[in-house]
């Protein structure tokens, strides 16, 4: 018997798309993270750094968890908070739908939402500034800080990476995901390079981003994207990365609810888009395994609904073959992102990242050491 709902994180399917696979093409994979409990990816990272932090006495029965989120993380920490007895705050910012602020409050989370735009045009950096001037006001706060906190990839790393190279084994040959806090793409990327270094790692982010380096600006997929390279993604790890408009993401996540029955948010959609173009330049025995980090319920009202997408601008009705031409026409964004990667090490004192996170980090930085060390004896 499952004693608590926070046991069925993870183990997530490993899904084929065979009405949109072609015969003479690389096959790819869904690795479908819907069907954690808070219906994303991020309960993984979330469940990991609460974990960690009850084992450290860093968060203490009573505490109140303090996080920055767009949606997803945020809905996870409410329900680990909901299961675990925590009081939880969660700042977002207008971006996030009205279905991600229902579930939020739902779970009994209260929401602060931040209007004031930072130096990126995103809300980024406004929103975690306050969350650790609230953590640090606040008595028994814990701040997970998912942006800053090196647990989060660690999560994935020992985690997500696992179950996928335990589905694949050794017929996978790209992997790709979305990247925001770097958490799954660092944490899984660092697992390929060291256990099947052959495997192609594909990093996707919006237009607007600028974690590949390039002109930061405004856009509409909500999860992705960030003003600078998060420390929780090693660009060494990354072969290549897309750089996908908002337009492309949506019309690609709607066009797979119909063809495979699979519904998807933005950011998957994005990804899916650039599964489709490397299965067109890859062989039937080729796997392509592609992250869909939540589904579609939570953009019902925006991504699914013909007025909203209007609005936009964006069209509503594009066909699959449509979107396969779409894919065929993409162009990587870089062949090496190491040398695109805008770290910016001041922001550790100019947002006043927690000492938590600070000390988390090095626990987590002398294990890899220790991990690097003991797989070279190894060998
Ligand atoms: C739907 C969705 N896709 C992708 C991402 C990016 O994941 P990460 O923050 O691990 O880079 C997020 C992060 O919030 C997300 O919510």
Partial sequence: MITSILETIGNTPLITIPNSNRANEGQVLFKYERFNPGGSIKDRAAIHIINEAERRGLLKPGGTIIESSSGNFGISL????????????????PKTTSANLALLKCFGAEVIVVTEKDDCGSYHKTRISLANKLAMEIDNAFRPDQCFNLMNSEAHYQSTAREIMGDCSNKLKVFITAVSTGGQL??????????????????????????????????????????????????????CAYKITDEQAFVTARAFARNEGILMGPSSGACALVALKVAQELTPQDRIVCMISDGGERYI???????????????????????????????????????????RSDLTQSLEVPDSTLRMNLEVEGRRYTRQVSSMYID
Wanted: glycine share 10%; with cysteine.
């Fill in 78 to 93: 409410a329900m680990i908070g909901a299961a675990k007895g925590y009081r939880v705050i969660i700042l977002i910012d």
């Fill in 186 to 239: 660092g944490g899984i990327s660092r697992y390929l390079k060291t256990f099947a270094p052959e495997v192609q790692v594909i990093g996707v982010d919006a237009v607007g981003s600028s974690i590949f380096g390039g002109h930061a600006d405004s856009y509409r997929i909500p999860g992705i994207g960030l003003g600078w390279t998060p420390v929780n993604l090693n660009m060494e790890y990354v072969d």
């Fill in 301 to 343: 009202q925006t991504l699914f609904n013909d007025e909203w997408m209007q609005q936009q601008g964006f069209a509503t009705n594009a066909d699959f073959e449509t979107i396969r031409t779409m894919a065929r026409q993409l162009q990587p964004w870089s062949m090496c992102p190491a040398s695109s990667a805008n770290y």
